[in-house]
């Protein structure tokens, strides 16, 4: 029971913590965590946390900023997507916990997710539903996903792999071993 408690305030920590950065005044756009986060939410907790923690991402921003609306579907379902893929990804890919293998793993579903999150998103709400033209939601869709790829690949690098360490985490029992207190060196 202790254990589900844990999980659930880490859950709700990193929601709330890619709220905060998403809430920040004058951030660049798609400068933010939430598929950094994302990823090992999925790898350690499973395809529905991470569909979740992904949903939840986008409709908690938009609750909070007075901006629901039909972008907050597509949004939503394409980061919903992702959490999915994540799941799936990270349990078929063998990575050491921390490694550089784990890290590029972590870029790698990145670069990949990004494109096609920015492909679903910028290409289909503009032209579906603004009336603009494809070719002009395509070229003005260049610079938001060479910032958001960048953005997301240090993310991907910098934080996934430590958010995924505190996840896993478990507390270390401590023990005081008798030889240890008064022979502190041993061979």
């Known amino acids: 029971m202790e254990a589900s408690i844990k999980n659930y305030f880490k859950f709700f920590l990193g929601l709330i913590l890619c709220l905060l950065v998403r809430l920040i005044p004058f951030r660049a756009p798609n400068v933010e965590p939430i598929l950094a986060t994302m990823m090992p939410f999925s790898k350690v907790y499973g395809a529905f946390v991470g569909f979740s923690f992904a949903v939840l991402s986008i409709l908690l921003y938009d609750i909070v900023?007075?901006?629901?609306?039909i972008q907050t579907f597509f949004t939503a379902i394409a980061y919903g997507i992702l959490g999915l893929w994540a799941a799936?990804?990270?349990s078929?890919?063998?990575c050491v916990p921390g490694?550089?293998?784990d890290k590029w793993g972590y870029v790698r579903f990145a670069i990949f997710g990004t494109l096609f999150f920015d492909a679903f998103t910028g290409l289909s709400v503009g032209p579906i539903f603004f009336h603009q033209s494809f070719f002009g939601s395509l070229v003005g869709q260049i610079p938001f996903t060479?910032?958001?790829l960048l953005s997301n690949?240090?993310?991907a690098f910098a934080l996934s792999p430590t958010i995924y360490n505190f996840l896993i985490r478990k507390k270390k029992e401590k023990k005081l071993s008798?030889?240890?207190i008064f022979h502190p060196k041993t061979t």
């Open 65 to 69: 900023t007075g901006t629901l609306g």
């Open 99 to 101: 490694g550089k293998k």
């Open 178 to 180: 008798f030889i240890s």
């Open 92 to 94: 078929a890919q063998k």
């Open 153 to 155: 690949v240090v993310f």
């Open 146 to 148: 060479a910032l958001h």
């Open 88 to 90: 799936r990804y990270f």
